[in-house]
């Protein structure tokens, strides 16, 4: 059975909600004129989030420090034991000691930290909350309440994905088993070595399973998001060799000229579809450390090729929209 195409990678043209560039809290880079502090950072649940061990579906908003004015925001969802349901990755200004804004080129919104520990995101324009549901599946919204709490339990991923399409059915186990490592089980494999062991940095955004070569053997694709100075999306790859094996897909990271080409500055969204590997993202007008949203959408397609050491993952095709 093939994958079906997901919506968001329809090409559709993005509406751009300008900034009010003589908007007297802002200046023309979207950044507020003063600086101001933010003490609010950590993780956001959706209230489903208390009743996780009964199987209920969570949303969590996580705020990370940046450079000075400015916070990493990250909205992820439950993904062991379904496709998340909400995903979003931005850079956002602190507006003053309790508010963060995102320029978001569908909806403008704001995140706002109450006394009492809640959050509160929702758009500037009231009217244009619909448009956060472009983010999530099933109905959901990114628009919300969200609660502090001590995400430990939330952050250990685990997640079972299954092949049947090949000569043998492949059942892989992914976890993490410490705070930065992530473990790939295989527990039908004829060899020996059935566990794989890998480091990641930041979270853990989710996994797929599918065939990228055509070999009938499944690859394993699993996307983190790097919750350093830059927000940059990476994939942790494994290709299944004859039912037998396992061998380490390498992702090349750009380089200084790519992000400029790409106008890259990271807000990662990835999809197996078909035989690629689909990876879109904001694009940017880079100019040294500044950075302005341009209101359209890179999206890279990669394709699995063979390698000196390792298959590898290379762009083939590249769309703007």
């Known amino acids: 059975m093939k994958n079906h195409l997901p919506v968001w990678l329809l090409l559709i043209a993005f509406i751009s909600c300008k900034e009010n560039k003589s908007d007297a809290n802002y200046n ?6 003063d600086a101001v502090s933010f003490d609010h950072y950590g993780s956001y649940f959706t209230e489903s989030n208390e009743k996780r061990e009964q199987g209920y579906d969570w949303v969590k908003v996580s705020l990370t420090e940046k450079e000075e004015g400015t916070a990493h925001v990250q909205i992820t969802s439950r993904e062991d034991k379904k496709r998340p349901t909400c995903t979003y990755n931005s850079v956002a200004v602190i507006v003053n000691d309790s508010t963060l804004r995102v320029a978001d080129t569908l909806a403008p919104f704001l995140l706002e930290v109450h006394k009492n520990g809640e959050l509160t995101l929702k758009t500037e324009n009231e009217e244009e909350s619909d448009k956060l549901m472009f983010y999530c599946s099933g109905g959901g919204n990114l628009a919300g309440k969200y609660y502090r709490m001590d995400d430990t339990a939330a952050s250990d991923f685990k997640k079972t994905l299954e092949w049947e399409y090949s000569p043998n059915p492949v059942t892989a186990i992914i976890r993490t088993n410490s705070e930065n490592m992530v473990e790939v089980e295989f527990p039908g494999f004829e060899n020996k070595q059935q566990n794989y062991v890998a480091e990641f940095r930041g979270e853990i955004s ?53 992000r400029k080409e790409y106008g890259y500055a990271g807000g990662d969204e990835f999809a197996i579809v078909e035989t690629t590997l689909v990876r879109r993202f904001p694009r940017y007008n880079l100019n040294g450390s500044e950075k302005t949203q341009t209101g359209e959408t890179t999206q890279l397609q990669y394709k699995l090729s063979p390698g000196e050491a390792m298959p590898v993952f290379t762009i083939d095709k590249v769309i703007s929209y």
């Open 206 to 258: 989710g996994a797929e399973i599918g065939d990228l070569n055509g070999d009938s053997w499944p690859e394993i694709v699993i996307y983190t998001t790097d919750s350093g100075e830059l927000p940059e999306g990476r994939v942790i790859g494994y290709s299944v060799l004859n039912g037998k094996s396992a061998t380490m897909i390498n992702w090349p990271q750009f380089s200084e000229e790519e």
């Open 28 to 33: 023309a880079e979207g950044k507020p004129k």
